[in-house]
């Protein structure tokens, strides 16, 4: 099992840079894939970005492609979602999640472990 805590959300203009972190606990960290993922209100929480065990591989929604990077330190168990130009619309709460199978996964239903989120607000 594997406890996941996020942390580096908060209030940013549009056109803003944040960096999220996933720290994770328990098993060996590079045995996880590893997703992010976000939910607006009123909205059903939707895919942002995904990293195979290594890192070799990345997956990102189209919305946020070019703009955000998904990279980890397996050997600081963290994983990391660096988000430029930010939007308006990209506000929601951030959720990181793991996984002990292998490749990439791109739905909710491919991970087994989430953090609580962490909230990112893009004003106008």
């Known amino acids: 099992q594997v406890q996941l805590v996020e942390s580096g959300g908060g209030l940013v203009q549009a056109g803003g840079s944040l960096r999220l972190s996933c720290a994770a606990s328990?098993?060996?960290?590079?045995?996880?894939?590893m997703g992010w993922f976000r939910q607006a209100p009123g909205k059903e929480r939707e895919f942002v970005a995904a990293i195979s065990r290594s890192g070799g591989s990345t997956y990102y929604a189209n919305s946020v492609k070019g703009r955000f990077t998904i990279s980890r330190d397996n050997a600081k168990n963290t994983v990391y979602l660096q988000m430029n130009s930010l939007k308006p619309e990209d506000t929601a709460v951030y959720y990181c999640a793991a996984d002990d199978n292998i490749g990439i996964g791109v739905q909710a239903f491919d991970y087994r472990y989430w953090g609580q989120g962490t909230q990112v607000t893009v004003s106008s």
């Open positions: 328990g098993r060996t960290f590079s045995s996880y894939r």
